[in-house]
Structures are given as structure tokens and as C-alpha cells.
């Protein structure tokens, strides 16, 4: 895959770079007096010395010596991504201390001879990794569906003719040859450009693009200030130019950041830490507890064999061992309901990350932004107009068109005119909408007079082109000269000191107020707006158009000033104000200038007036990570940040504390999305270096969805605390009951295949169900979870044992009912066995709520729990009366007498758990009223 596509993911085979200091070709003279600066410095040479240093000119290499530099340096490619292998996936849903414990129960009846509760136990096993098989190779294939990869060309000079290659084929050395629309295919040093600019937002994350020059810069200027160079994967927005190859490959820009993403470490996320911790605290009890318990057995005198068994079944008991099969299908619901908001998570632990999320660093173009440049102000000494708050249709098409403004039309006509003559690009009108072909500066002129009834089209007829003057950089303004019956005129537009000191006089034959001009220049800018200036100059008679573009323009008539921005997304400003609501931090992390970014920022709510504090590229290169972590908690807006800056914003806020999600879309995003907790990219304008390094891509490529996911994170891990919180109570409930009836002198209350049914079959449903619970009302009125914050509360843990001891209680007192109403042993057991399967039902509805009371949770809110209830039920019922199940289980019927008593016990779970809800309540409204 050609690098030029800058859709490579990572890998490859290492390549050997070329730098001013350290690779010079074989062929080189012995000495050109050339000044190398530091390595890959080529911005800080002349074009002169950059040739030398490569040993190239500019009639190009010679075909010979162009397949000796790609034997000698490889392909201009990255490696493609591949899909993680099958059996990589598949293990890796076996990397938990649960299911280690569960593998080891397993083991031991095996090795017992308890062939059916082996069985049982590799059921539960194998469906939890096939659920989470399924569901990562289907979120992976996904994203690998948005990774449409091309083969593009590239135009070089070689023997003095111009060629077109494969981009692979390129090599350092080359001269290549830039075009509007072009995309780059290599790192270039420009030898020469005519009125060129340069998309670069996948690297810098600017919105305008860079207007390139051949002049070198400072050796320290950042990647977003080397006009001279051009970066392969960026594209030709406007303009013409040449340069020659400095680095292909794995050498260039993007290959850098390809070759950190290799080395990158993926965090744990918060989930598998608490899930890791959690695992290792409730095994270490397990193991014990079953091991006293055996030891109590063999002091009582019951028998080793039995004993033993019975230690396997209170251990299978007592591990939720549930818990991974419905963590997995928690996070299974979780990326459906974000896949259903136009959110595809990749990996499955990541569904949570994003409810946890106390910082989210957001990437402005394209993401916070539309990436799509439009005029907000058109400006004259006489009037002022905004486009949005004047309710102008956003669509040119929704406007009565007007005849294209005469000469002596008023300021604005003339302003939106002189945008639209002096103008490369160009608008069309599709099925689809308007779209747009070249400079998005340029474009978004266009479209400002079409949405105000000017059509571009018309003008060009009613103007006809006869000259013009390109834009450059040096120049900082362009010229068109236009014929007009017997006339000419010059239309010109650039930046606004340059095109005021052409001027003599306003519109309308009105002395032009500097002043008054440079206080709205200055007015706009501070709105993080991009300003133009534009005037013009009539000649009557018969002039010579080509003496109008000689020199510099004089004697002009200045008309207005047109000011422009990317606008944010609709509705992100709502998401990030949800996410603030939610306890969220959103600070801006790009490329663009800190008076854009932050004009934007305020825009949208992530800073206000009294906070401000903005960090640039250069300030962060002047501080150390130390302070950097001091600031990350004060800092709203990190400006002019290249891919460094970013991995090292990221990796402060982490050693901060803070769970950190990082979203964006360009290249430049994909060391911090692979470093973040949780990485965020964007389908559609997104990389596909950005897609692979992300846990979360957003199809809609909007802001919007990240506030939908964090609720559907913070769903997702409510409901894996809700399960979790029910399988250990009932689970402590069904282990006490054992040892405490052997103390009793009791005979053994429930054997080892009840024990397994108990858990592994009418659990099982039940647990299952808490997983579809739809979420409290109030998910996202509370901060996030702290890092270390484990999946059961010091309130849980109470009300853990709360209920264990309910439950113990309570099948005590009807195994000994039972006892002293002369049934069986058989029978007695299986009325305590039904107690506990009637507690489950109750509790499971106590479930579903931390701290609200179980009237105020609809049933319907969650039928799937309502069947599960019912099966449960119905398959123990079915399983008291059948042969066969008599058999395994040694479970016989019990009378309406027993029912009703068990049935009115086992309801003292949801009274106990009520009065503790209560006074929860209550002692959290005294703390708000104390507050």
C-alpha cells in the first residue's frame, strides 16, 4: 500500500533513512560546501543544498540510478494491516483470574469422575469465549470495511521527462511534480511553487491550508511552519509546484508515527483492573474458605472422597462464575447500543472506559469542527453582516437569485463580488447538495455570495477574466483583472494590512478610516475568525490587461472585509455540556493556532472568560513532564501540538490520575489514540492509521455520539456491578449455609449437583437478565468513577453480607422445618434447595437498583427479566417432578405446605434489602441538607 494514500496502519520492514547529516548517495562529490543541519532537518537547507545533499538535480535522477536508490531503500509503503488471527482473539477471552478458578473446578471434577459438572462448567466457559469471539472479530471487521485502500500515482521527473509511477516506486532523490488535487506522495523539500497550498490537517490539524513557499525556515520550526516542505499523505489544494524527495517510507512523517504506534502500549482499562482485582480477591477467599471447610469436614469425621467434592462445589458455588459470561454479554449490549449510535467499539473492555472518562481530549478539525470553511461576517465601513445571526439559509439553493452587482453597486454587493471574481475554485450543484472543488478559503467565498443571491456562475459571464496576479505567500493578497463593457477592473482580496496600504479611498467615494478597519480586523480575529480584505480599482478605455498585473496593485477603492471560520458541529456544543454535566472534562488538543482554537473552544463551552489558559507547542517544549502534570487539571486548549506533544499530554493526564479518552481523525491523532485509555476515531474523514489505533470509531465522524456512548459505558458498567453485586450475595448465602449446618451436626443440607444447579442453571438466567437492565434515570448526573474504585462498593459489600446472611438464615430454618416434619433427607434438601432458588427471584428484583426502591423500578423496563424469573422458576419446578433430573439432582416434590412457608421466607430478602435502601436515602439527603 502506497504511503501516498496515508491510509497505511502499522508495521514494515525497517528502512534506512536519509537525512541531511547521515545519508548522502554513493555517488555524491566529495564535498559540495553544504551546511547539514541536525538529522531530517531538510526545512533548514536551500533548495541548492538539498539537491546537493541527495545527490540529485533538477532534471531528475536517472531510471539506473532511481532502481538502485529502491533496492538500496525499499518501497515507498507501510505495511498493510492484517486481521488479527482467529486463535490470538479466542485466547485472549481466557485472560481473567475467574476464569482460572472456574478451569480449575473444572480440573478437579474431571478428575473426580463428576463428568456432568464438568461438562457444565466447559459450557459456561466455551460460551464466554464464543460471545466475545464473535463480537471482537465482528467489531474488527467493521472498521476493516472502512479501510478502503487505493494505489495512487505519483508525477515525477526523471532524464528530464515528466512520469507517472506507482507511488511505491518512489525514491529519495526524486523530483516530483505537485498538482491541485494531488495528493503528496512522499516528504518533499519544494524546489519551486506557483500559488501553492497545501491540506495538511491530518498532520497539524489545521483547517485552512498551508500556503507553501521554497524559502527554508528555522531548524526548530514545528511541522505546521515548514512552508518549504511538503509531508506525504497531504494533499494539493491549490496551486503548482516541484520538489524533490527527501524521505519514503517508514522515513517519512507518517512513517514515524507508524513506527511509535508499533511500540505504543495499549492501557488496561479501568474495567479489567477492577475485574483483575476483584478476580484475585474473591479467588484467594474461595480457595481458603474451601480448604477450612474440608478441613472442618475431616474433623467432624465426614468422608475425605465426599468432602472433597463437596469443597469443588462450594468453590464453583461461591466464584461468580457467571459473572464472565455475562460481563462479556454486557459489554456485548453495550457495543450494540453504541453501533446503534453510529459507534463501532474494537475491542470489548473498552465499551466501559469511556462512563469512567474524567478527561476527554478532543481534536478540532473535523471533530469538533465540520472541517468545511464558511464566511460568518461581511464587513463594509457602512454595514455589518452575520450570516448566522441573520438567519441566512445555509444553502444556496433555498435563495432567489439576483442579477450579478453592477460597479456602482453598494459596499457589500461589491465585497461578495470581488470574493467570487478573484477566486479559483469553483461550486456545484448536485441531487446530493453543494459541493464544492478546490481552496475551502476560496470555496467558502463562494458559497457566501451564493447564499446571499449571488451566483458564482453568472458573475464569471457578467466578468469576463482577461488577467490575474496567483497568490503567494511572499505577496500575501491576489489579483484578478476583469473586462466590464468598456472597462477594466482589478479585483483584489488578501490579507487585510497588505490590501489597506494598496488603498487611497473606501467605497461610495467616502475617505477610508484605517482605523475603523483595523479595530474590526482586530474584532474578528479575537472571534478566532479568518479576515480578507478586498478592493478594487476601475480603468476605463482601452487598457493593456497584462500592465495591470506588472506590479503591485495602487489607487484601489477598498470595499469590505469578509471573515471566516471551520464552524463547530451542530449539537456538539450540547455534548460537551452533557459531558461537563456527567463530571467530564473536554479540553481541545491541535495543530491550529491558539487564537483559532480557542475562539472555537469558547464557542463551544470548553473554556469561558474565566478560564483561558492556553499551552502552545513552544510552551510545551519549555516545560517538563512534572509540570505538565501540575497544569493538565488548568489547561482548556493545547495549541500547535504536533504528535509528540500530544503523547505527552496524554501520558500526563494519566500520571495525573485521569482516565483519559483522546478523539480525532488525522495521523497526528494516533500515537495519543493508542496511548489514551480509550482512543475515539472517526470513519468516515478519518485515517486509516487513526481507525487501527482507536478502541471506538465513529461511523457519523460526530462529536454528538461520544455523549450517547458515555452513557452507554456507564450502562454497561452499572449493570456488570448489578450482576456481579447479585451473584456474590446469593452466592455468600448458598456457601454459609454448608459449614454452618455441618457445625450444626446437621447431615450435608444440599450435595454438590444441587450446588452446581443452584448456580450454573436457575442463576443463571436470572444474572443473564440484570445485564439488559436499560439504566438508572440519573446515569449521567454523577462524576466518574475514580481508577481505583472496585466493582463492589464498602455499600455493596455490606449489603453482600446483608443478604448472604438473610439467605443462610433462611434456608437453615427450612432445612430444619423439613427435618422435624419427618421427610426424607431428599425431601429436605430440596425444600432448602428451592429456598434458595425463590431468594434468588426475590433479590434478583432488589437487583436492579442501588438505591432505588424496587416500586419504583418498572417491571416492563426489562421484560427479558421477567421471562428469566419465569424460567428459572419454571425449570426448577420442572425439575422437582422429571425422572431424570430426580435422578442427577436427588430433588423429590415438595407440598403446598412447604411452598408457601419457603415462598414467605425467602421474601424477607427484599424487606431487608428495602430498609437498607431506606436508610441510604435517608442518610444522603441529611449529607445534601448539611451540605
Not at 547529516?21 to 562529490?29: D, N
Not at 539537491?51 to 532511481?66: K, P, V
Not at 461581511?378 to 437569485?401: K, S
Request: proline residues 5%; hydrophobic residues 45%.
Amino acid at each position: 500500500m502506497p504511503i501516498a494514500t496515508a491510509s497505511a496502519g502499522v508495521g514494515g520492514d525497517d528502512r534506512q533513512e536519509m537525512s541531511p547529516a547521515s545519508s548522502r548517495s554513493r555517488a555524491r562529490p566529495a564535498d559540495t560546501g553544504a551546511h547539514a543541519p541536525s538529522e531530517g532537518a531538510w526545512h533548514a537547507l536551500s533548495a541548492e543544498q538539498t539537491l546537493q545533499e541527495l545527490d540529485s538535480a533538477r532534471a531528475g535522477l536517472h531510471d539506473d540510478e532511481a532502481q538502485r536508490r529502491l533496492e538500496e531503500h525499499g518501497p515507498n509503503t507501510l505495511r498493510e494491516v492484517r486481521p488479527t488471527p482467529v486463535w490470538v482473539t479466542a485466547l485472549a477471552q481466557f485472560k481473567s483470574p475467574l476464569i482460572f478458578i472456574l478451569l480449575l473446578a473444572g480440573a478437579l471434577t474431571f478428575v473426580l469422575g463428576e463428568y456432568v459438572d464438568t461438562a457444565v462448567i466447559a459450557a459456561v466457559l466455551l460460551l464466554n469465549a464464543s460471545i466475545g469471539l464473535y463480537q471482537e472479530r465482528n467489531a474488527e471487521r467493521s472498521v476493516l470495511a472502512l479501510m478502503e485502500l487505493v494505489s495512487p500515482t505519483a508525477h515525477v521527473v526523471r532524464d528530464g521527462h515528466e512520469w507517472e509511477i506507482d507511488s511505491a516506486e518512489v525514491v529519495p532523490g526524486d523530483i516530483v511534480v505537485l498538482e491541485s488535487g494531488a495528493r503528496v506522495p512522499a516528504d518533499v523539500r519544494l524546489l519551486s511553487a506557483a500559488a501553492l497550498r497545501i491540506d495538511e490537517s491530518m498532520l497539524t490539524g489545521e483547517s485552512v491550508p498551508a500556503s507553501k513557499r521554497t524559502d527554508p525556515v528555522d531548524e526548530d520550526a514545528q511541522l505546521g511552519d515548514r512552508a518549504c516542505m511538503a509531508y506525504a499523505g497531504s494533499t494539493t489544494a491549490s496551486g503548482r509546484a516541484r520538489g524533490v524527495v527527501v524521505a519514503t517510507g517508514r522515513t517519512t512523517e507518517l512513517g514515524r508515527i507508524s513506527e511509535r504506534l508499533e511500540s505504543a502500549e495499549v492501557p488496561t482499562t479501568p474495567l479489567q483492573e477492577r475485574m483483575d482485582r476483584f478476580g484475585w480477591i474473591i479467588g484467594a477467599i474461595v480457595v481458603v474458605s474451601a480448604a477450612l471447610t474440608f478441613l472442618l469436614g475431616l474433623a467432624l469425621g465426614e468422608p475425605p472422597g465426599e468432602l472433597l467434592l463437596t469443597a469443588a462445589a462450594l468453590a464453583v458455588a461461591a466464584v461468580p462464575e457467571g459473572l464472565p459470561v455475562v460481563l462479556t454479554v454486557a459489554l456485548a449490549l453495550g457495543v450494540r447500543r453504541m453501533a446503534k449510535r453510529n459507534a463501532i467499539v474494537r475491542r470489548l473492555p473498552a465499551v466501559e472506559t469511556l462512563g469512567s472518562t474524567t478527561l476527554i481530549g478532543s481534536d478540532k478539525t473535523g471533530t469538533l469542527t465540520e472541517n468545511r470553511m464558511t464566511v460568518q461576517e461581511v464587513v463594509t465601513l457602512d454595514d455589518h453582516l452575520d450570516l448566522e445571526e441573520a438567519g441566512i439559509p445555509a444553502d444556496p439553493r433555498e435563495v432567489a437569485e439576483v442579477a450579478p452587482p453592477d460597479l456602482d453597486a453598494d459596499a457589500r454587493s461589491l465585497t461578495l463580488l470581488a470574493g467570487v471574481v478573484a477566486n479559483e475554485s469553483e461550486i456545484v450543484y448536485t441531487d446530493e447538495g453543494v459541493r464544492t472543488r478546490g481552496d475551502p478559503t476560496e470555496t467558502a467565498l463562494l458559497v457566501a455570495a451564493a447564499r446571499l443571491g449571488i451566483e458564482p456562475v453568472d458573475c464569471e459571464d457578467a466578468y469576463a477574466e482577461v488577467g490575474e496576479i496567483p497568490f503567494e505567500p511572499e505577496n500575501q493578497y491576489a489579483a484578478s483583472v476583469r473586462r466590464a463593457g468598456d472597462e477594466h477592473v482589478v479585483f483584489v482580496k488578501g490579507a487585510p494590512e497588505r490590501v489597506l496600504a494598496m488603498c487611497h479611498t473606501a467605497a461610495g467615494r467616502r475617505e477610508l478610516d484605517r482605523e475603523v478597519v483595523r479595530r474590526e480586523v482586530q474584532r474578528m480575529a479575537d472571534r478566532g475568525l479568518r479576515v480578507l480584505a478586498f478592493a478594487m480599482r476601475r480603468h476605463p478605455g482601452d487598457v493593456d490587461p497584462t500592465e495591470l498585473v506588472e506590479d503591485d496593485p495602487r489607487g484601489l477603492v477598498f470595499l469590505g472585509l469578509q471573515g471566516m471560520l471551520d464552524p463547530p458541529r451542530e449539537g456538539v456544543a450540547e455534548a460537551i455540556e452533557g459531558c461537563h454535566r456527567a463530571g467530564q472534562r473536554v479540553v481541545m488538543i491541535t495543530g491550529d493556532h491558539a487564537a483559532t482554537a480557542t475562539a472555537i473552544a469558547r464557542q463551544l463551552g470548553i473554556v469561558d472568560d474565566g478560564d483561558t489558559e492556553v499551552l502552545t507547542g513552544e510552551d510545551l517544549d519549555g516545560i517538563d513532564d512534572e509540570q505538565l502534570r501540575e497544569l493538565i487539571g488548568r489547561v482548556a486548549v493545547y495549541a500547535r501540538t504536533s504528535p509528540t506533544h500530544k503523547l505527552r499530554i496524554v501520558e500526563a493526564a494519566r500520571a495525573a490520575g485521569e482516565v483519559v479518552a483522546v478523539t480525532g481523525d488525522g495521523v497526528n491523532d494516533a500515537l495519543a489514540l493508542r496511548a489514551a485509555d480509550i482512543g475515539v476515531a472517526m470513519g468516515q474523514a478519518g485515517t486509516d492509521v487513526a481507525r487501527e489505533a482507536a478502541d471506538m470509531v465513529l461511523a457519523d465522524d460526530n462529536f454528538v455520539s461520544i455523549h450517547a456512548a458515555v452513557e452507554g459505558g456507564r450502562v454497561t458498567f452499572d449493570n456488570v456491578r448489578k450482576v456481579t453485586f447479585f451473584l456474590l450475595s446469593t452466592g455468600v448465602g448458598t456457601f454459609m449455609v454448608i459449614p454452618i449446618a455441618m457445625v450444626l451436626g446437621w447431615p450435608l443440607i444440599m450435595v454438590p449437583a444441587q450446588l452446581l444447579w443452584l448456580n450454573l442453571v436457575t442463576k443463571g438466567l436470572q444474572d443473564l437478565a440484570l445485564a439488559f437492565e436499560p439504566g438508572e434515570p440519573d446515569v449521567l448526573e454523577h462524576p466518574p468513577r475514580k481508577r481505583r474504585e472496585q466493582i463492589i462498593t464498602p455499600l455493596l459489600w455490606w449489603r453482600t453480607l446483608l443478604v448472604g446472611a438473610t439467605m443462610t438464615v433462611g434456608g437453615l430454618v427450612m432445612f430444619d422445618w423439613a427435618l422435624g416434619q419427618d421427610m426424607s433427607i431428599e425431601q429436605a434438601r430440596t425444600v432448602a434447595l428451592t429456598t434458595l432458588v425463590v431468594f434468588q427471584a426475590f433479590h434478583l428484583g432488589s437487583s436492579r437498583s442501588e438505591r432505588r426502591s424496587v416500586l419504583q423500578v418498572p417491571l416492563t423496563s426489562n421484560r427479558f427479566l421477567l421471562l428469566a424469573q419465569m424460567g428459572a422458576l419454571g425449570a426448577h419446578i420442572g425439575a422437582l417432578y422429571l425422572p431424570f433430573t430426580q435422578l442427577v439432582l436427588r430433588v423429590e416434590p415438595i407440598s403446598l405446605d412447604a411452598w408457601w412457608r419457603l415462598a414467605l421466607i425467602a421474601a424477607t430478602v427484599l424487606v431487608v434489602v428495602e430498609l437498607d435502601k431506606l436508610l441510604q436515602r435517608w442518610r444522603a439527603l441529611r449529607h445534601a441538607s448539611a451540605g
